[in-house]
């Protein structure tokens, strides 16, 4: 299968592209994570391939609207 009929496909299944269900798959596993185990932020980071725990706050304050440690503080 092509790479364009994949992507097609995918989108057609799911709504999105590849790379978007991916982003949303690791946000998820890192508020699961962060919600639910008491890992430092720098073990979540590498567990769901960020290369650094800012760079994963980064992330998931755009996609949440809050830091991870502001997630934790509302528990």
């Not at 364009?4 to 699961?32: C, D, E, H, V």
């Not at 994570?33 to 290369?51: N, R, V």
């Not at 725990?53 to 934790?72: C, D, I, S, V, W």
Request: cysteine-free.
């Amino acid at each position: 299968m092509s790479r364009s009929t994949l992507l097609r496909q995918f989108k057609t299944m799911l709504g999105m592209s590849p790379i978007t269900y991916i982003k949303n798959w690791r946000m998820m596993r890192a508020y699961y994570l962060l919600k639910y185990s008491t890992k430092s932020l720098e073990q979540i980071a590498e567990l769901i391939g960020f290369s650094s725990a800012r760079t994963m706050n980064k992330a998931f304050k755009q996609h949440y609207g809050l830091t991870p440690n502001e997630l934790r503080q509302k528990q």
